[in-house]
């Protein structure tokens, strides 16, 4: 059975696209479908892409709710809503819910722009990782694609891919060769895990 994919985005969503791009037409082709786009950023480009690619989205504001819990139930409630098998956070800026991760356990995937464990946790999100990497004077960064648990990027890893970082990159030079893997790797990733799950079933 096709897997149904929900995809949760802060941002500009280029690896929502490139999910969606495998599930049209690439390694994903048959084997999962996105069928639901939600950000807790209304400006998201994410947005405008599940749009176009007439995907159902959703827009749900922390400042819309009292207190943590109750934005996440309605982030629950939504992909719940849609059967959504497996939950893909690409660029989610926030702290998933406890009852996310309960009910989906093992089922939701994130997409890091480093190396795990090395430069991961709170405070680590995009161009900071980046930013470390060089000032730490890395020769090696990459992407890295886990299992999220209760904690900031500290799920079994699924894949590791390396780039190279060289003496004089700036961090936008990191980031974009970064990009780039994660692009290729996160399509990769979820098709792994299908298979685990179907494996399991
Ligand atoms: C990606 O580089 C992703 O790895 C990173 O945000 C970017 C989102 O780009 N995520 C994190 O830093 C999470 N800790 P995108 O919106 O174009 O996919």
Known sequence: MIKCLGVLSSGEGSNLQSIIDS???GILKGLAKVVLVISNNPNAYALKRAEKESIKFACVE???FKDE???NDVILTELQG???DIVCLAGYLRLVGQRIIRDYRNKV???HPALLPKFGGKGMYGCHVHAAVVKSRETVSGATVHLVDENYDTGKIIMQ???RVFENDMPQDVAGRVLAVEHKIYPEAIKILIGDLNKNL
């Open 82 to 84: 849609m059967k959504v």
């Open 62 to 64: 922390r400042k819309s």
């Open 109 to 111: 995937l994130n997409i």
């Open 161 to 163: 891919r390396e780039v």
């Open 69 to 71: 819990e109750s934005f």
């Open 23 to 25: 599930t049209n037409g």
